[in-house]
């Protein structure tokens, strides 16, 4: 199956400083990618869709100016949390497909994020 | 009312048995289905892709609903391993919408 990547795989920072994950899809090129955050025991819920060349499409409730996503390559998505604060604490995943969102999605394998 | 609705449970389930979870979804022009498995603390992933006509992977066997706009998703014979969350997945206009995920836990 594609293979999808996350960077860093998790990271502790003090509250009020930014952190950039990387999604990468290593053996295919991605025109879309899909950010989420799960909480604790709760359901994963999609944040924004990255779309390569343009700008992401932002799910209700979401701050598209604490959640800046960046699709710059076919390959590479960015998701940073700019200042963030201990309720940023969550687990960040992104998926991607080789072919439409209709078809299976890959998954990264997430980036737990601890703010202090 | 959800998009797409499952049974959060948990469903505890003797090694063994047999069990089945339903997800219903909203909008009738919904394309794509699919279940996924996630483990604790880890990412979902593809189960099974589910068809109109419906499709068996050795113990697990998957149907879509169209008129009643459900899917179903029932393990045979359940292992100890099969213990996780399972994600009911529909796909409309290239919108990808998870349901909230049945929690499942075979018991010894």
Known sequence: ?????????????????????????????????????????????????????????????????????????????????????????????????????NNEQFFGPGTRLTVL | RKEVEQDPGPFNVPEGATVAFNCTYSNSASQSFFWYRQDCRKEPKLLMSVYSSGNEDGRFTAQLNRASQYISLLIRDSKLSDSATYLCVVTRDDKIIFGKGTRLHILP
């Open chain 1, 1 to 101: 199956g594609a293979v999808v990547s996350q960077h860093p795989s998790w990271v502790i920072c003090k509250s009020g400083t930014s952190v950039k994950i990387e999604c990468r899809s290593l053996d295919f090129q991605a025109t879309t990618m899909f950010w989420y955050r799960q909480f604790p025991k709760q359901s994963l819920m999609l944040m924004a869709t990255s779309n390569e060349g343009s700008k992401a499409t932002y799910e209700q409730g979401v701050e598209k100016d604490k959640f800046l996503i960046n699709h710059a390559s076919l390959t590479l998505s960015t998701l940073t949390v700019t200042s963030a604060h201990p309720e940023d604490s969550s687990f960040y995943i992104c998926s991607t497909s080789p072919w439409s969102a």
